[in-house]
């Protein structure tokens, strides 16, 4: 119950199209949801997030959109660019416990 | 990243000797954590603090403890190194809430 389930493991995309990554949860007390980006020899970085009383958030190219009745969230990124070549992962905490993270999603956009 | 810093950034050891890992934060935050980071596995909580000497076991500690003597340190420790842990360790901070900050990580390999 615990899990975050994450989907594709790799995805490649041309430059100016919209990658789409998946994750999916089962806890329902679950009341945060961020996604973070991470390039090669960085940490994560918080790349955006959001809470379960809204349907979607955008910041610039980036959007979440979540369904609460399905326990699924997903991470769109428009006009994409080589320079959002990274990887992305969802996560998931109650409040201000400890986070759990997808397993990642290696995004490679082609020039 | 800024307030937050791993040492070493590499380390190579033999099977069977001691390891630690340091990681130092400047922001005062209450909470810290390990993360270990695996190809297919994501981000794996190993163990995290919630205050000065007050911490606590994640999903894979097995091998591994910590120690919180001071708010601005996390010391993580492989009492017995073995190859299974070979891996990239992220510390991470929150001041609690939400989103985490990240450091640059340490290559650990252990032969």
């Known amino acids: 119950q615990q899990q975050v389930k994450q989907s594709p493991q790799s995805l490649i995309v041309q430059k100016g199209g919209i990658p789409i990554i998946n994750c999916a949860y089962e806890?329902?007390?679950?009341?945060?949801f961020p996604w973070y980006q991470q390039f090669p020899g960085k940490g994560p970085a918080l790349l955006i997030a959001i809470r379960p009383d809204v349907s979607e958030k955008k910041e610039g190219r980036f959007t979440i959109s979540f369904n609460k009745s399905a326990k699924q969230f997903s991470l769109h990124i428009m006009d994409s660019q080589p320079g959002d070549s990274a990887t992305y992962f969802c996560a998931a905490s109650i409040r201000d416990d400890k986070i759990i993270f997808g397993k990642g999603t290696r995004l490679h956009i082609l020039p | 990243d800024a307030g937050i810093t791993q040492s070493p950034r590499h380390k190579v050891t033999e099977t069977g000797t001691p390891v630690t890992l340091r990681c130092h934060q400047t922001?005062?935050?209450?909470?810290m954590y390990w993360y270990r980071q695996d190809p297919g596995h994501g981000l794996r909580l190993i163990h995290y603090s919630y205050g000065v000497k007050d911490t606590d076991k994640g999903e894979v500690s097995d091998g591994y403890s910590v120690s919180r003597s001071k708010t601005e340190d996390f010391l993580l420790t492989l009492e017995s190194a073995t190859s299974s842990q070979t891996s990239v360790y992220f510390c991470?901070?929150?001041?609690?809430?939400?989103?985490?900050?990240f450091g640059s990580g340490t290559r650990l390999t252990v032969v």
């Open positions: 991470a901070i929150t001041p609690g809430g939400y989103g985490y900050t």
């Open positions: 806890n329902t007390a679950f009341d945060y």
């Open positions: 922001e005062n935050h209450r909470y």
